[in-house]
C-alpha cells in the first residue's frame, strides 16, 4: 500500500510510478552526517516546506557529529561526548527536515526514482520516492578479516558510538598497554590519546614510517617524536592475527616477526569510500571507489542525483587527478554546494590542493599539495628543498624548531607541495601554502608574499618564504639562470 507521499510500509512492492507527483517535491538524503545534513539545511534555507520535503535517512544513533573530535574526547580534552555533536535530530526535525534516525537506505533504485529503506529497531522496510536524491553514505574503516579482529577489546573510532564504547573497555579494563595499528592520522592522534590516558603504547605499521601523507624523510621527523614521547614504534610491519585468551578478549597483536601484548587495540588503518549502495545501483565509481560528479556534486549523467562527502573522489587542483580525501572540511562544502543547486541556487566545489593538519602530543604535522610519489606518478618534473627554521624570532622566548619541505615544478618554478613538521605554531603555516597552491603560484611569487611579522610570531623571513626562496634559487641553477636578488 502506498500513502499519499509517495512511501510505502511493509516489505511489498512500491506501486507508484516514479517520484512524488503531487504536492512539494521530496529531496531524500541517505546519510545524515556533515555532508548530507549540510546539503538539507541548505536546501532548506533556499526551499520553505511548501515547496520542498526533505527526508533523510541516517542509521546511526547521532546526527552532525565531528568524528575528527573522537581521539580528543578520548584523551579527555573534550569532556563530553555531546560536545561532539553540532546539531541533534531534534534540531534537524525543527526546521521541518523529516529525520528518520536508526534507518539504513538498502536499495537505490535510480529508474524509478525510490530508495528502500529498513527500520533497523523493528524491521519494518518501506519504499520513498525521491525528486532529488542526496547520497552522502560516508567511509568505512578498513578493517583486515584476521583472525581475532573481531575479538573484545579491538575498536575502531569512526562513529560516537565507537568512541563510547573504547572508553567503556578503558573503564572495564584493568591492563594499561595498548596497541595502535595504522600511524596515519586517526593511529597517530590515538596513540597520543592512550599516552595521555597512562598506556604504554606500541603503533604497528606497514609503512616505512608513520604518517604516510608525508614524504618518508618527514614521516621520519614524526617517527623520533613518537619515540620521544614514549610510544613504540613498529614499522615494516603486518599484522597476521589478534591473539586472543580463553575469555575471548585481545590479548596480543602478532606480526611475522613479533607479538605485541595488548590489553586494548585500537584500530587506525584509514577508511573506504562506503559506495556499495552506489554501485548496486549501478551509478558511476572511479579508481578508488568513491562515486564520481561534477563540480556541481551532481553524480555523471544522473540529473537528480548528487553526491558529497567521504564517498566521492574529487578533483585534485595540482595534479589534475582525481583523489579520496576523507575530511569534514570537504564534506560540509559538498553540503553546502549540493544544497544550493537544489534550493534553485548554483554553485559549484572546484577541488582540491590536499591539505591537512594533525598533531601528536606538542607536535604538529602538515601538508598540502603533492608529496614526492605523487608528482612522480603525475609526470611532472620537480625539484626539493628542505629548510630548518623556527616558530619565533629566535631570540624571543620559547620560539620551536619546525623544517618546511616544498616542492616546486622544474622551468615553471609552480609550487607542488608542502610538508611542515614542528612544535607550537608551526602547523597553521601550511595554510599559506594551500592558498599559493590554489591560486597557481610559483615558489619565486611567493618569496615576497606580505606576511604578518612579530618577533612573537614569526622570524623576520617567514619559514615559508625561506622555503620559497631556496627552491626559487634550486630551480633557477638547475635552467642556468641566475638567482634573484633579494633583501
Same mark, same amino acid.
Given at each position: ?182 600511524? &596515519?592520522?586517526? !593511529?597517530?592522534?590515538? +596513540?597520543? $590519546?592512550?599516552?595521555?590516558?597512562? @598506556?604504554?603504547?606500541? *603503533? =604497528?605499521?606497514? #609503512? ?36 586472543? &585468551?580463553?575469555? !575471548?578478549?585481545?590479548? +596480543?597483536? $602478532?606480526?611475522?616477526?613479533?607479538? @605485541?601484548?595488548?590489553? *586494548? =587495540?585500537?584500530? #587506525? ?39 558529497? !562527502? ?178
Amino acid at each position: 500500500m502506498t500513502t499519499s507521499t509517495g512511501t510505502s510500509t511493509g516489505t511489498g512492492t512500491d506501486s507508484s510510478a516514479g517520484p512524488a507527483s503531487r504536492g512539494p517535491e521530496r529531496l531524500v538524503v541517505i546519510g545524515g552526517d556533515a555532508a548530507g545534513m549540510s546539503a538539507a539545511s541548505q536546501a532548506r534555507r533556499l526551499k520553505g516546506p511548501d515547496e520542498l520535503e526533505i527526508v533523510a535517512f541516517e542509521r546511526g544513533r547521532f546526527t552532525s557529529f565531528s568524528a575528527c573530535g573522537i581521539p580528543y574526547w578520548v584523551a579527555g580534552d573534550v569532556a563530553e561526548r555531546d560536545e561532539l555533536i553540532a546539531r541533534t535530530p531534534e534540531e534537524h526535525r525543527a526546521r521541518d527536515i523529516d529525520l528518520r534516525m536508526r534507518t539504513e537506505v538498502t536499495e537505490i533504485d535510480p529508474d524509478r526514482g525510490r530508495v528502500r529503506a529498513r527500520d533497523l529497531d523493528s524491521g519494518t522496510e518501506s519504499w520513498t520516492s525521491y525528486d532529488e536524491l542526496v547520497i552522502a553514505t560516508g567511509a568505512r574503516p578498513i578493517r583486515p578479516e584476521l583472525p581475532g579482529m573481531d575479538a573484545d577489546g579491538v575498536h575502531g573510532v569512526q562513529t560516537l558510538e565507537d568512541g563510547q564504547a573504547l572508553l567503556d573497555t578503558l573503564e572495564r579494563t584493568t591492563g594499561r598497554r595498548a596497541v595502535v595499528v595504522g600511524a &596515519g592520522y586517526i !593511529g597517530v592522534e590515538m +596513540a597520543e $590519546a592512550m599516552i595521555r590516558r597512562g @598506556y604504554e603504547v606500541t *603503533v =604497528v605499521n606497514r #609503512g616505512r614510517e608513520p604518517m604516510a601523507t608525508l614524504d618518508p624523510d618527514m614521516g621520519r621527523l614524526v617517527h623520533g617524536a613518537m619515540e620521544g614521547l614514549g610510544i613504540t614504534m613498529v614499522n615494516d610491519a603486518e599484522v597476521t592475527e589478534l591473539l586472543t &585468551g580463553d575469555d !575471548g578478549r585481545v590479548r +596480543a597483536v $602478532a606480526t611475522a616477526d613479533a607479538q @605485541y601484548p595488548a590489553d *586494548v =587495540v585500537v584500530l #587506525g588503518i584509514g577508511v573506504r569510500p562506503e559506495t556499495a549502495l552506489a554501485r548496486a545501483a549501478g551509478l558511476p565509481l572511479g579508481k578508488h571507489g568513491g562515486l564520481l560528479t561534477d563540480r556541481s556534486m551532481r553524480v555523471r549523467g544522473y540529473e537528480n542525483i548528487w553526491a558529497g !562527502g567521504d564517498c566521492v573522489e574529487v578533483l585534485d587542483l595540482i595534479s589534475g587527478q582525481e583523489r579520496h580525501i576523507a575530511l569534514g572540511t570537504h564534506a560540509n562544502k559538498h553540503g553546502q554546494v549540493i544544497g544550493s543547486n537544489v534550493g534553485g541556487d548554483y554553485a559549484t566545489f572546484p577541488g582540491v590542493v590536499g591539505t591537512a593538519v594533525s598533531k601528536v602530543c606538542d607536535l604538529e604535522i602538515a601538508r598540502t599539495g603533492l608529496r614526492e610519489k605523487d608528482a612522480h606518478r603525475a609526470g611532472l618534473r620537480f625539484e626539493t628543498v628542505t629548510i630548518e627554521s623556527t616558530s619565533r624570532a629566535g631570540y624571543y622566548p620559547n620560539a620551536s624548531p619546525m623544517t618546511v619541505k616544498m616542492l616546486a615544478e622544474l622551468r615553471t618554478g609552480r609550487l607542488l607541495g608542502v610538508q611542515i613538521v614542528g612544535r607550537e605554531g608551526a602547523g597553521k603555516r601550511v595554510d599559506i601554502a594551500a592558498v599559493a597552491l590554489t591560486a597557481g603560484m610559483t615558489v619565486e611569487q611567493m618569496i615576497m608574499l606580505d606576511l604578518g611579522y612579530a618577533p612573537p610570531f614569526s622570524p623576520t623571513w617567514d619559514p615559508i618564504l625561506v622555503a620559497a626562496r631556496k627552491a626559487t634559487t634550486k630551480i633557477r641553477a638547475t635552467a642556468g639562470r641566475p638567482s634573484p636578488r633579494t633583501p
